[in-house]
């Protein structure tokens, strides 16, 4: 961990506990993200680092801060000039939750005493519209409504605002073209499998196979959705009779009716679209496991 330069970003919850670790180990070579007065000091840091030539650098943060890293090393062109390692101290974790990482404290301890280990190529996904792009590690999808735009997510206030659209579907699997149109309430594209604190559709979905899964929700009442939501915490998948799956590496997607796309937890853009566009990259992101 002495080779890494860390840049901490934990949410409120974890902030003094990674305080004390790092004031208990100063040999280490960090900085901490300021988000008041510099809202784009996270950008600042990996954009040194790249600049510096430092090849690994640990992101203490969740879902949201692993994406702005990747959104930067993307806007850099330099996936391949630096490997991430990600400590899981945010306020949602669900890219962690894939790798079955332990709590923070036993995974730094390992990294510690064991080295950073190799560098492992995963995919990253990429959102086109109208209004920019926007690159994504975990998930991003569609289905708020306006109203809850920059708020954070809360899935049960969500549920009952989500309304039916007609989406022409057009997607590409190794090749081969297909087309669809469905109704559907939302639509969520993933890399890997776990969102809104460990809820999952499928949880075999792997970051690193060349593959795209959309899983989207038909028309259902919000009492059935709220039902789907509550059975998910108690680990149980969303996906059932209304739900269907489309796996890609590529999807278009145009809509009869405003979306507001989220990437990794976030809002992707300011105000709506009405076509959407997932792909994955061709340059991959070195993640230390």
């Known amino acids: 961990m002495k080779d890494f330069f860390h840049i901490l970003n934990p949410s409120g919850s974890r902030k003094k506990q990674v305080r004390r670790f790092f004031g208990k180990n100063t040999e280490l070579d960090f900085m901490w993200v300021e988000r008041v007065s510099h809202p784009t000091h996270l950008e600042t840091l990996v954009q040194w680092a790249v600049n510096e030539g430092r090849p690994r650098i640990a992101v203490w943060g969740g879902d949201g801060t692993l994406n702005r890293v990747a959104q930067c090393l993307y806007d850099l062109n330099a996936f391949g000039k630096m490997a991430v390692a990600l ?19 036993k995974w730094v301890k390992q990294g510690m005493t064991r080295g950073g280990g190799e560098p492992r190529p995963i995919d990253v996904g990429m959102l086109s519209t109208r209004r920019g792009h926007r690159v994504f590690i975990n998930n991003s999808g569609f289905g708020r409504a306006p109203r809850a735009i920059g708020r954070r997510s809360h899935p049960l206030r969500d549920i009952f605002s989500f309304t039916e659209k007609r989406l022409d579907l057009d997607w590409s699997l190794d090749g081969a073209r297909h087309f669809e149109t469905r109704r559907a309430l939302l639509g969520i594209v993933f890399n890997a499998p776990y969102f809104n604190g460990g809820m999952y559709f499928d949880k075999s979905i792997e970051p690193d196979d060349n593959v795209l899964s959309a899983f989207f929700e038909s028309p259902q009442s919000a009492g059935r959705l709220l ?6 915490r108690f680990g149980k998948s969303l996906a059932d009779k209304n739900t269907f799956e489309l796996k890609g590496q590529s999807f278009r997607i145009e809509s009869d009716g ?14 709506a679209v009405r076509s959407l566009e997932f792909s994955l990259l061709q340059d991959k992101m070195s993640l230390l496991l």
């Open 258 to 271: 405003d979306l507001f796309p989220q990437v990794d937890g976030e809002t992707a853009f300011t105000g």
């Open 87 to 105: 400590v899981p101290v945010g306020t949602c974790n669900d890219f962690a939750r894939k790798w079955g990482l332990p709590p923070w404290e």
């Open 227 to 232: 039902w789907k939501f509550l059975q998910s």
